[in-house]
């Protein structure tokens, strides 16, 4: 039984990896125009001061505040911060969420979930300010119960603290909450992982396995699993998966 369903929000709500291009290209033609670099300049300078950030902290939800690393970048090359930290910042995060585009289906699904009375959540690796800026401008926030952002967990998925924390605003035990995500490893095994059930978004169309070799997390993963998750590329037939899934017998109760 499903009582609630939780969210990814990037690449699982909208599509990520095109607005996040759009908006780089518009902060590479600020720092053409205001710095003179190339686009590999700006492309290393980035990485760098990443790599820096998360050299000194770890993985933890400040390494995706981009003002850190904006402020870094401008620091490390003797420019001044202002007012270029900040409005490199606005630049970047209005640009992607201007662009982006909600994958189409998700609107009708997620009010069809809240009147068939599932509680619905978002638990997601990102600043909570970003996330509630992206979910408002999407005209989503108001389907969600709840939300667990990183920054308010003090830990990243695949940490399956993060899950539980999600678990215990839904109110449900971890096995009456399902989880949906694009990312094999850091939504799918983490939340199997805190005792979720899991469905996997994809957008490509493809029916997916472990044995597949894919391009998850911005890296090659080859697996050598156990076949198929249950998965799905297309949000109108989201309801009928978890109508599916949630009167499907748990793994208890096979044994
Ligand atoms: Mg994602």
Redesign the pocket.
Known sequence: MIKAIIF?????LYD?DSANAKAIDALKQYTSTNFGWSSDETDTRIRAAYSRIQNEIGVKAAIHNRLIRYQRILETNGLPLYPHALDMYDLYWSTLIDSAKVFEGVDSALAQLKKEGYVVGAGTNMTSVIQFRKLTKFNLLKYFDFIVTSEEADCEKPDKELFLKCAIKAGYDPSFCLYI???LI??ILASEEAGFQALWFHPSKAQLSQESSFKADHNEYIFTGDGLHPQFSDYTQLLSIIETLSSAPQKEDEQ
């Open positions: 990814d929000i990037d690449n699982t990520y995500g694009d990312s850091h939504d």
